[in-house]
């Protein structure tokens, strides 16, 4: 079978009559009905009931159809991404992403995108959320993934995904003492009542302000009352801190999951109560203006995180 099988059926079952399929296709109807003849005789089948008026398609030509618009489409979408692939002049993409999350972000990106499309060059660019707003909309890189959509009317920003935060503590703090701490998980977190937790330091990391500042708003709900509050200057040293007993920090699930083990072993996952740090892919939206680079590695990236949306 071939296009022209497709067309020819789907066009007379469209019409419900070969006379008026022959004019769409340009064809003479004698030559249009032994050509329908031939093709039911290779097939084994009758395609179209001939005694009804107007002529209809047959259980065997409905199945036929069902697969000839499926191979069509299949077929269509195939010449588009192959225009497409070649289409590709080897612009390299300047993609912002943020420090600490930065990588967890990329190991999944970059290697869907290489395999998709090997000739797309990736330039990964980590700097403060708010230097990557401007960056973006000063047009010094492509697009951006950040924690919050970006008020410029150019600019679109797709959530794509949110992240878990926990607050954790060393499994053998004072506070958690009568816990079940050895138990817990990514998975299966402590859950406590915070109101009854004393004694009790909470490490902030400055780095990553806007996901601290998540934490702690929803730790104010749950009437979590910290004894003092420590800053910290980057995520390690706020594990590290917090693995020597001096206090509790909040910290994603991406982070805890992939830290060094070393230290992320000794500590406790504790759950808050909806807790948790969007994630946008922002970028120019004007799409039509983009590089067919651009086009494909935002569709690459919606892909996977619509497949699985958590880190």
Request: aromatic residues 8%; charged residues 15%.
């Given at each position: 079978m071939n296009d022209k099988d497709f067309h020819y059926v789907l066009t007379i079952s469209k019409c419900n009559s070969i006379s008026k399929a022959a004019e769409l296709l340009y064809v003479s109807q004698p030559a249009l009905s032994r050509y329908i003849n031939s093709l039911e005789e290779k097939l084994g089948?009758?395609?179209?009931?001939?005694?009804?008026?107007?002529?209809?398609?047959?259980?065997?030509?409905?199945?036929f159809c069902i697969y000839a618009n499926t191979i069509l489409d299949l077929e269509n979408k195939l010449l588009l991404e192959l225009k497409q692939a070649s289409s590709i002049s080897g612009?390299?993409?300047k993609v912002g992403v943020p420090y600490v999350t930065g990588e967890y972000i990329l190991s999944r990106i970059i290697p869907r995108v290489i395999h998709a499309y090997p000739n797309i060059q990736i330039d990964p660019i980590q700097d403060l959320a708010g230097n990557l707003v401007k960056r973006l909309t000063a047009h010094q890189i492509d697009a951006a993934f950040v924690c919050s959509p970006i008020s410029d009317a150019a600019i679109r920003s797709e959530?794509?995904?949110?992240e878990k935060i926990y607050l954790v503590g060393h499994r053998n703090h004072p506070a958690l003492i009568t816990h079940d701490t050895a138990n817990a998980t990514l998975e299966h977190p402590l859950i406590l009542d915070f109101e009854k937790l004393r004694n009790v330091s909470l490490i902030h990391c400055k780095p990553i302000a806007i996901m601290s500042y998540i934490a702690e708003e929803a730790l104010k709900k749950a009437h979590f009352q910290?004894?003092?509050e420590i800053k910290a200057s980057?995520?390690?040293l706020a594990l590290d801190l917090t693995s020597q007993c001096i206090g509790f920090t909040s910290v994603l699930h991406c982070q805890l999951k992939y830290s060094h083990p070393g230290?992320?072993?000794t500590l406790c996952p504790i759950h808050i109560n909806d807790c948790k740090l969007p994630f946008y892919l922002s970028y120019n939206s004007h799409i039509s203006n983009t590089t067919p680079e651009m086009e494909l590695f935002i569709k690459e990236v919606l892909k996977e995180y619509q497949a699985a949306p958590y880190i």
């Open positions: 089948v009758t395609l179209f009931d001939r005694s009804s008026s107007p002529i209809c398609l047959t259980s065997a030509g409905k199945r612009h390299t993409i959530l794509l995904f949110y910290p004894e003092k980057s995520l390690p230290i992320t072993q």
